[in-house]
């Protein structure tokens, strides 16, 4: 008797888990895009590269995905990457949501290159029928200083006043984990070293449509004007575009070892 109750008890934990599966949101990514942040993280979300699928709680969430792929043929074979990301913004997705999008998916080299340029896309959920604005909608998050294999996506929308990143703690607050192996360890923010921390990083629910928020390039949800990168960076960055091949990749190197 004690080993049946174990048994029923095993199975009806099983069966509520598979419930618990089946219900949770998902995003699914298409083909050619990569994942670069969800909810402000740029890694440990919950995305299976076998379905695509990231998944994900009910409720608000933002996920940043990139054009990316090898297209061609066998003799002229080339990565095509679009010069920027698309952000996607989720209103308040329900429990057992499934959310897409769909695009004209290239199938040669010159197609894809057409494609990173437009990146005209159309929000879905998963059996096919389009998205509201008030559920959702999109936008490509395009930046000043143009192309750059060093862009930092998260402070790019930081600096709109748009990033939303509901697991966020300021560097100041953080404290000493474990890593998987038992070692103590601190990982420092993306702003370690610079004279201040950001304020207010985490972007309200929009209650606004696309449509209706037109100015996407000047002003935040909340109004006001949007803050700019800061002198230093851009600096940097028109130092680091400047320079030749060759002093790029040291570069790169460089902050790869440090």
Known sequence: MQIKAILKAGAA???LACAFNASAAQFIVPPHYSV?????DTSNFNFDKDTRAINLSAGRHQIVVLFENTFGTSTEKRLVQASNPIV??????????SYTFDYAQPNSLKGAEQYARTQKITLTKADGSALSEAEAYYYILASESGFSILRDYRQDLMSL?????????????????MTSYG???????????????????TMSA?????????NLATSSTSGGAVSSASPALRQLVSLYESADSE??????????SH
Do not use: C, H, W
């Open 13 to 15: 934990a099983a069966a």
């Open 36 to 40: 670069e942040l969800v909810d402000g």
């Open 88 to 97: 996607i913004e989720i209103t308040n997705m329900p429990a057992d949501a």
């Open 161 to 177: 006043n748009r990033l939303y990143a509901p697991k966020f703690v300021a560097g100041s607050d953080r404290t000493i984990g």
């Open 183 to 201: 070692a103590p360890s601190i990982t420092a923010d993306a702003f370690a070293g610079t004279s201040s921390q950001p304020q207010n990083i």
């Open 206 to 214: 929009p209650m606004t449509s696309y449509e209706q928020e037109s």
């Open 247 to 256: 002093t790029k990749l040291q570069f790169v190197k460089y902050v790869m």
